[in-house]
């Protein structure tokens, strides 16, 4: 199954801490199929209606935006996306577990 993560946000210290934290993930996880690009156009932005950049999305799916980077929920919602695709992810433990994808959380 291919995984398609994207980064939207204006390139601040926030979307490049993002990039780092996704980047760590794919290689932890083993992701050889994924693909991980940052965007900061601004339509990109509007089209997703980010507000408060930067934005996660993985394929296709607004799973969180802004500055709240918390390691864990980043890593719950690329394994949401594997395990809702019948990848090879395994659903969080009790606490952190996946509700399916929810698109924008708030």
Not at 56 to 68: D, T
Request: proline share 4%.
């Amino acid at each position: 199954m291919s995984l398609e993560i994207r980064i939207i946000g204006k390139g601040c210290y926030f979307c490049q801490q993002l990039r780092k934290i996704v980047d760590q993930l794919v290689e932890e996880m083993d992701l050889r199929e994924a693909t991980v690009e940052q965007d900061d156009r601004l339509d990109e932005l509007l089209d997703y209606g980010v507000v408060n950049p930067p934005a996660l999305i993985v394929n296709g799916k607004l799973k969180m935006m802004g500055r709240a980077l918390v390691r864990s929920r980043v890593k719950q919602a690329v394994t949401e996306e594997l395990v809702g695709a019948g990848g090879r992810g395994r659903p969080l433990a009790a606490g952190g577990a996946p509700g399916g994808s929810r698109g924008k959380e708030e």
